[in-house]
Structures are given as C-alpha cells and as structure tokens.
C-alpha cells in the first residue's frame, strides 16, 4: 500500500517540470545532482537552524533543525501566505505517503492553510516542547534552494509539492527567536532528504556538517556530491562507515502503535577512554523488544546524553586518565572540570585522553578534546556530556557539541552512516564550505 502511493507521488513528482526561483533565470531545465542548505548556530538556544525558501511568493523560512524528526512543519496560524499551497485530501497518495491516520473532515473557519474541509492530518512533533498540543495539516507547497557541485552553490531550483505539516504558534515553544518551525531531516517518506531525493531524482542521501561558530554557518547537502572544504579538502573520500539501525518503536512524542522510529540509531558496541574498554552493561547497548535503548545521534541535545551508570563508568574513566591534573568544582550539568590552563592544546582541541564510540571490529568513532571539553567560562573546561537519568528511552544520544566540525552522512538508500571525525584532524572544518555561488 506504501509502495504504490509512493509511486504516485514519484509520478506526480516527475511530471511536474523544474523552473528557477528567479525567473529571468529560467532558461533551459536543469538537473541537480545535489542540493545545499547553510546551517548557523543559535548562541542563546544552541539549536542549529536553516532557511528554507518556500510559498508563492517566496519566503524565507526560518527552521531549527531536527535531524530526527519525521517531516518539514511551520507555524500557518501566524499568517501562512502563498497561492501555490495544496492541502492533501484525505484517503490522496499524499497522505498515504506521509503515514497519516487522522482526517479533519470539518474545519470551523474560513479556509486557509491549516484550515481546509476534508484534509488529513500528522502531527508537527517539537521534541523541545513538553506539551504536545500536536495537529497539523497535510500542505504541499514550493520550495526552492540552490544545487551544488559539492565545492560551491549552482543554480537556484524549485520543487512545487514539497508535503508538510500546517500547524499552530503553540507549537513553536522553546524554538529560537525567529523560527517559524522545524526542518526534519528523519526516515519517513515524508522526511526531507527523501522528498527532496523524489522530487529531483537522486539517491536518499543527505550528509551535516554542523558548525561549532555561532558567527559562521555550516552547510548541509542532499543528494550525492563531494563534500569539498576549503581549502579543497574532500571530505566524501575519508569517511568511515557504520550501520544504521532501525529502532522499530516510535520515539516521538505522540505515535500510534506499530509506528517506527524516525531518528538515526547506530550500534555503539562498547565505549574506549583513552583506548581502555570502560565498563558497563552493554546491554544498555541494545535496543529492546520495548524500543529502549541503543544509542542515537540528535541535532536537539546541545551534549551527549548519557544513561546514569554508563555517565558515571566514563566520567570515573576519563577523570582516571587525567589523574594527574587536578580537578575543579563541577559545573552543573558536567561532572568533570579542569583548568583549561593546564591542559595542552593540539589541532584537534585541548590535549585530553581521546573517548572512541566502537562500532564494530576496527571500526571507532573518534572524540577528539574539540569535540569531548566545553568551555565554560574563563580557564575552565568540563568534559561535555551529561547524566541522562535511570531508564531513559535511549541509552546514548549523541548530541551537538560531539558532531559539530564532523561531517556526518546519512545513506537512507544503503542503510549507513559515513562519518568523518573531527575535519579539524585535515585542517579544515564545518564553517569552510565555499559559498560564494558560481551561477
Ligand atoms: C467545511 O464545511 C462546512 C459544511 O459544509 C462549512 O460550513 C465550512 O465553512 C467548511 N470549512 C472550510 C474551512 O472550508
Ligand atoms: C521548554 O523547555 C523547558 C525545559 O526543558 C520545559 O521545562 C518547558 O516545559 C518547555 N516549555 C514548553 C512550553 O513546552
Ligand atoms: C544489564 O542490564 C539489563 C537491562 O537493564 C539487565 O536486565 C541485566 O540484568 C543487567 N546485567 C547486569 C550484569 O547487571
Ligand atoms: C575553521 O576554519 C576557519 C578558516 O580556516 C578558521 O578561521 C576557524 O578558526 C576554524 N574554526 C575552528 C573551530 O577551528
Ligand atoms: C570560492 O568560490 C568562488 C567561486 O568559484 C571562487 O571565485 C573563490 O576563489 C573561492 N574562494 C576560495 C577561498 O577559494
């Protein structure tokens, strides 16, 4: 059933011809290999964010990013403006595609994005609220962005039946100042990397580079490119793979039984400080018949989050290693705090024991000290991760401050994520993307 309103949507998708945002542009129609989206870091929230062009006319939309989440939504009740927005029909391929299994049959006010007569429902989940007053409506609209050639942004392209859900201002609790929604880069259909990959033909593919800049933007490309940092550095040739795993129980906030996740999980099989096994239960590791467990990776958390007796094992491990320097008073929420004085500095951040996430034999996860310390205040630097209580829903979410300055790929198509560790190690990072446009 899946299957074939997929194809509808890829028909629908391909009948529809590719035009140029700027019109005196619009010469010949042009395929793009991949596509780019800048990345900036909110310094007050640290929740990464985009701008995401959609509507007739054309508007700058301002999104947190959520690597996990299953779709695009925005704030319509805030004044949704365009004559290019479709709602999707119940029972449509549209929202078939999309998984929907709620219909608005009647809406009590005049129609208008959010508000139609017989349009199906998802919710726009916002994992950072903790009232979920969740409903959204099925919309298509344009959106439009550059291509790439994977060393600077091409021509401007356009998709006019990018699915998302219309929902309300509530919604946007907890979001950055100026963000009208969320960018959900999740598995479903619906995600973006797989509409996007749809709409322009490429593979299921997307890759983030997050910058750890709060005045430099990093980069995010869909579709298959090289992913070249000045100074011409192709980050695509050095990557390392992993599995991704499918945690077979939703970890929204509101699902329905028999959904699965949307969020990237990988197998993190045992935990290295400086390149000693740290001991703890690995069945913590797994994921379990319930959906808990197992380690997955989040744009949402600013550090990694760690479940009580795995925290603790690694925090003990690596104040061990560093036994020879004094520690400070923690600093809440970190456990570990040292003066950043007396610890060197390399390439890779400041010169502290290297914690390795194993993936499989031979195959670690690097976290170099740019990656493992944050700097708190004047002289004073505490390893980045923090307690994730008794029995949370996921042993380790790895969170922004260990993938800022890593490209990270997510292959949706081959199930694997090709990760780079720190580009600081090759000289370059997140924020040297070239994007002066050629076109
Ligand atoms: C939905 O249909 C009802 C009954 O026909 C009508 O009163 C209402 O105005 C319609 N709402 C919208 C949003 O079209
Ligand atoms: C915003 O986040 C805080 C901290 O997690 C939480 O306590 C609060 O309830 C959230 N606000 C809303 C409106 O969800
Ligand atoms: C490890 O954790 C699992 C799941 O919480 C538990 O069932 C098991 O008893 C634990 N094993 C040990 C040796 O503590
Ligand atoms: C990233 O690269 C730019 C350009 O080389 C440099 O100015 C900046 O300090 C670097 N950032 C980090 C975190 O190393
Ligand atoms: C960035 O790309 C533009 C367009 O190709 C090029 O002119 C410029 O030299 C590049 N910048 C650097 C620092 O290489």
């Not at 290999?33 to 959609?54: E, H």
Request: glycine share 8%; hydrophobic share 35%.
């Amino acid at each position: 059933m899946a299957s074939s309103s997929f194809q509808c949507l890829i028909l629908l998708c391909s009948l529809a011809f590719f035009f140029f945002a700027t019109p005196s542009l619009a010469k010949t129609s042009f395929k793009p290999k991949a596509l780019v989206l800048p990345v900036t870091k909110d310094p007050s929230t640290r929740q990464y964010l985009t701008t995401i062009n959609q509507r007739t006319p054309l508007v700058p939309a301002k999104l947190t990013i959520d690597l996990g989440g299953q779709s695009l939504w925005v704030d319509c009740e805030g004044g949704y403006v365009s004559s290019t927005y479709k709602p999707a029909h119940c029972g449509s391929s549209q929202c078939k595609l999309a998984g929907s299994k709620a219909c608005t049959t009647e809406c009590y006010s005049s129609p208008k994005p959010g508000c139609y007569n017989n349009t199906c429902n998802i919710s726009p989940d916002n994992p950072l609220a903790t009232i979920l007053t969740g409903n959204g409506q099925l919309g298509q609209d344009v959106v439009s962005l550059q291509s790439t050639d994977g060393s600077n942004p091409g021509l401007v392209v356009s998709t006019p039946n990018i699915l998302f859900s219309c929902g309300d201002t509530s919604l946007l609790a907890n979001l950055s100042a100026g963000v009208k929604g969320m960018a959900g880069l999740g598995r479903p259909k619906v995600g973006l990397p797989s509409q996007f990959a749809y709409a322009f033909s490429f593979n299921r593919k997307f890759a983030i580079c997050l910058t750890s800049s709060t005045k430099s933007q990093g980069v995010i490309f869909f579709g298959d490119s090289p992913y070249v940092f000045l100074p011409g550095v192709d980050v695509l040739k050095s990557l390392m793979f992993t599995k991704l795993i499918l945690n077979p129980v939703s970890t929204a906030g509101g699902y329905f039984a028999g959904d699965a996740s949307s969020e990237y999980f990988i197998g993190v099989k045992s935990i290295k400080v400086n390149e000693k096994v740290v001991p703890f239960n690995t069945t913590l590791l797994a994921i379990d018949q319930e959906g808990y467990g197992g380690t997955r990776i989040s744009t949402l958390k600013p550090y990694t989050v760690l479940e009580t007796s795995i925290y603790k094992a690694v925090v003990n491990a690596f104040v061990k290693s560093l036994a020879h320097i004094p520690r400070l008073k923690s600093v809440a929420p970190f456990g570990a705090c040292y003066n950043s004085k007396r610890i060197g500095s390399t390439r890779v951040g400041p010169s502290v024991p290297a914690i390795d996430l194993v993936l499989s034999k031979g195959v670690y996860w690097r976290v170099f000290g740019a990656n493992s310390m944050v700097k708190v205040g004047k002289d004073v630097l505490c390893l980045a991760f923090v307690d994730g209580g008794v029995r949370p829903r996921t042993s380790i979410v790895i969170g922004g401050h260990q993938i800022e300055d890593n490209l990270l790929q997510f292959d949706l198509t081959n199930k694997r994520l090709g990760f780079s560790s720190s580009l600081l190690f090759r000289q370059t990072n997140c924020t040297n993307f070239n994007f002066t446009s050629t076109s």
